[in-house]
């Protein structure tokens, strides 16, 4: 994860209530209840540009974590070090094994 940063917002009772529900019912932090949501949230909010902008600084293995389930991603496809990604909308991105991506 690197280097970690801690911010502070603001939530309404309901979302902290339900929260700690989530957490109690995953016998896990409160903490990691809002990372993971925190992160999902993210992932909808990503573009073909911000995917493709992502895939050029990690490794093949980082770059798989981060495609495994992401809403944007319809196939991912592993051949000789290169790595094809398939959009829902259509797109293609190719994470050559130099680490160049290309988007098309």
């Known amino acids: 994860m690197g280097d970690a940063l801690r911010k502070n917002f603001p ?28 992160s999902i949230g993210l992932a909808h909010c990503d573009t073909a540009e911000s995917l493709e902008q992502r895939l050029s600084t990690l490794t093949l293995r980082e770059a798989t974590e981060l495609l495994c389930d992401h809403p944007l991603v319809a196939e991912v496809d592993i051949k000789q070090g290169t790595l094809t990604v398939s959009l829902r909308s259509g797109e293609t991105l190719i994470r050559r094994k130099s680490g160049e991506v290309v988007h098309g």
């Open 11 to 38: 939530v309404s009772p309901w979302e902290a209530q339900r929260v700690a529900e989530m957490a109690s019912a995953e016998k896990t932090s409160e903490a990691v209840v809002l990372h993971r949501l925190f």
